[in-house]
């Protein structure tokens, strides 16, 4: 068959020759993907349920409770700082050299951050072992790519369904192991309490634990994952390319250990300048998925310091094990409802429907913040308030599926398919600066707002102008992503 070059503004999924009867999902592979995609949420929700503690025992806020939430957010956005710098650029790399170098880099990224993390004991320290973590992680990018790689139009939202486990793994597993496991030698005597090591740095138990599965991670990348680029250059051509201005996108052949999908792989593309992604589509997508992570991360954020906060400044007074618990339940909750519904409702209603519907579940979610506090205040934690937050939380549900709509519109925007990983880290870029702006900015309007003279609902305001503005970019999504 002779190669086809794809037009720069033809969508993937819009494309002649689609297959007619729905492929097989690659389980060998795609188990293998699954399980790598537990890392960073692992990782970053293992330090979710500690971190406003943390923040008061370094004692960088001088035991001024208002100022925890700044810090929190501060700590959260240094991370995404260094992803948002370096995302496309391993993203693109990932074009060229393959995918799986990429991700080994990633891992081995986060394994020493997480490490750093735990024996960190100061704000500067935590702040450098986050920022050089995001710096050189581009898994998040590059594992969806490759993901992409492995399924064509016909089985792509059954293969998507299947993304809520190890994010249900990594969403509930890690609460758990920092919400249970940080100070072990004060709160668990009689196991860790001889243990100098604990004694001295409290908080690297549950960062070591989740330093170990990612490096697990790291060596089934190595002897099983199988490469699903087949047009690569090598580093030193690549290097030699940029300095002397010379183009080493070549064709190569695939190797036996290259995993092709016979049914869109195309050996005759090469991947495309940033200029020639900046296509109608992709920028359109690229504003509906930011306003949405500025929204789901604000809100995030906002979430386990409004549980860590004193009832009376606004909050609920709930401590580290507690937080840990709810954002755990939150997790498998999440990943249960989209493995089984998620399918189904694409099926019926499309990816733009249920992306306008997630959208907009934000701003129940954000009312019931005070309500919540209100009940606290009258009538202390009781079974008002647990009926409240359950609420709450089975409302982002539907926030968390326009994760997948959106993916899915993401690979039927990119220009071509040798460019996947390209239009991913161009998304990616601009989503790491909301996940900088979003965290930051809550935290610190959350803490402003609790300080004297201040309107205690100013928090609120901030969050519900986010979520209009997401709801109105995502009226230009249509229903189906091939549209």
């Known amino acids: 068959m002779i190669a086809r070059q794809d037009d720069e503004e033809t969508p993937l999924l819009q494309q002649p020759e689609q297959p007619t009867t729905r492929t097989p999902l690659p389980w060998d592979q795609l188990w293998i993907i699954l399980f790598l995609q537990v890392s960073e949420p692992l990782s970053c929700q293992t330090l979710s349920p500690f971190i406003p503690q943390l923040i008061r025992d370094i004692g960088v806020t001088h035991g001024d409770e208002s100022q925890v939430g700044h810090y929190v957010g501060i700590l959260q956005s240094t991370y995404y700082a260094g992803h948002m710098l370096t995302i496309f650029h391993w993203s693109q790399l990932s074009d060229h050299i393959g995918r799986k170098p990429v991700i080994l880099t990633a891992l081995l990224a986060i394994s020493v951050s997480m490490f750093s993390f735990g024996l960190s004991k100061t704000f500067l320290g935590l702040v450098v072992s986050r920022a050089v973590g995001g710096a050189f992680d581009g898994s998040n990018s590059v594992i969806k790519s490759m993901m992409m790689d492995i399924t ?38 009689d196991i860790f309490g001889r243990s100098e090591l604990l004694k001295a740095y409290p908080y690297l138990l549950p960062c070591f634990i989740s330093t170990n599965f990612v490096s697990i991670s790291g060596l089934v990348t190595y002897f099983r994952l199988k490469e699903s680029v087949s047009t690569r250059t090598s580093l030193w051509e690549l290097i030699k390319g940029g300095l002397f201005r010379q183009s080493y996108t070549k064709a190569h052949q695939p190797s036996s250990n290259v995993l092709v999908n016979p049914g869109e792989a195309n050996s005759g593309e090469a991947p495309l300048p940033l200029r020639a992604l900046l296509t109608p589509k992709v920028l359109t997508v690229t504003a509906s998925y930011v306003t949405l992570v500025l929204f789901y991360m604000a809100l995030g954020s906002v979430l386990p310091i409004f549980y860590a906060t004193p009832i009376e400044l606004g909050g ?70 647990w009926l409240c937050v359950a609420i709450q939380l089975a ?89």
């Open 395 to 483: 409302l982002t549900i539907s926030l968390v599926m326009c994760y997948i709509s959106l993916t899915l519109f993401v690979r039927a925007a990119a220009p071509n398919r040798a460019s996947l990983g390209a239009t991913n880290g161009f998304v990616q870029m601009f989503l790491a600066g909301a996940r900088i702006i979003g965290p930051a900015s809550a935290a610190s309007v959350f803490s402003y707002s609790m300080q004297e003279g201040h309107h205690a609902w100013l928090v609120y305001y901030f969050l519900m102008a986010i979520a209009f503005l997401a709801i109105g970019v995502s009226l230009l999504l249509p229903r189906d992503p091939s549209v």
């Open 316 to 385: 609920l007074s709930l401590d580290p094990p507690r937080i840990g618990a709810i954002l755990a339940a939150q997790g498998a909750v999440h990943g249960i409802f989209q493995l089984v519904f998620y399918a189904r409702l694409h099926d019926h209603f499309g990816a733009g429907a249920i992306h306008f519907t997630g959208v907009s579940s934000g701003i129940p979610i954000i009312i019931l913040f005070p309500v919540i506090n209100a009940l606290a205040r009258a009538h202390g934690v009781g079974l008002a308030v």
């Open 152 to 189: 064509d139009v016909t089985n792509m939202p059954k293969a998507y369904a299947y993304t809520p486990i190890p994010m249900m793994i990594g969403k509930t597993a890690g609460p758990l192991i920092g919400g249970s496991l940080f100070r072990p030698a004060d709160r668990f005597p």
